[in-house]
């Protein structure tokens, strides 16, 4: 079972008896997870194979590591912040896909909402975790070798991408909001 970070909000809330505000929350509590025995587990909770993530950067930062002003802060607005980075992570692959972004539209009924731009792909990066036992010991030395432009990784390259393109137009990965509504 995959849990993720935005897990934590709504299952600290369900654990305690506390309401959340009615926005949408890409998370889920935790509860019956945690308040079941192991055989219980998969009765309990969706059985999540992935973990996705969403990321803001400027096209600088995504080639060379470092932002322009030197301060390394992807919501300060200059003139090249323009893409969102979204990673999908399987046991077997990790998959992340630099699109260009439409800030502040994407149907959000108080403009806040904004929409990745599929057709505008800035970069990508596909990384083998074969082996990955997830320890310590393992690190980040599973992702120091990008083989996203590797033609024998081609078709593992298409299916994460279709899955990761799914996962935002279904709502799986929420729309970046502004902060008004947080």
Request: aromatic share 8%.
């Amino acid at each position: 079972t995959v849990v993720e970070a935005v897990d934590l909000l709504p299952t600290i809330a369900d654990l305690t008896g506390l309401a959340l505000p009615k926005q949408a929350y890409a998370g889920e509590s935790l509860r019956p997870l945690l308040q079941s025995t192991p055989a219980g587990v998969a009765a309990t909770r969706r059985n999540k194979t992935w973990a996705l993530t969403q990321w803001p950067r400027r096209p600088s930062c995504t080639s060379r590591h470092t932002c322009p002003d030197g301060g390394g802060d992807p919501f300060d607005p200059l003139p090249d912040q323009a893409v969102m980075g979204y990673r999908l992570r399987t046991a077997e692959w990790a998959y992340v896909c630099w699109v260009e972004f439409d800030w502040g539209s994407g149907g959000d009924p108080h403009g806040q909402a904004s929409a990745p731009k599929w057709g505008s792909v800035v970069a990508r990066e596909l990384y083998s975790h074969e082996g990955d036992d997830g320890s310590e010991a393992a690190g980040e030395r599973f992702e120091w070798t990008n083989l996203a432009d590797d033609p024998a990784h081609g078709s593992i390259l298409l299916s994460m991408h279709a899955q990761l393109v799914e996962a935002v137009a279904t709502g799986t990965v929420k729309p970046l909001l502004g902060s008004t509504l947080l």
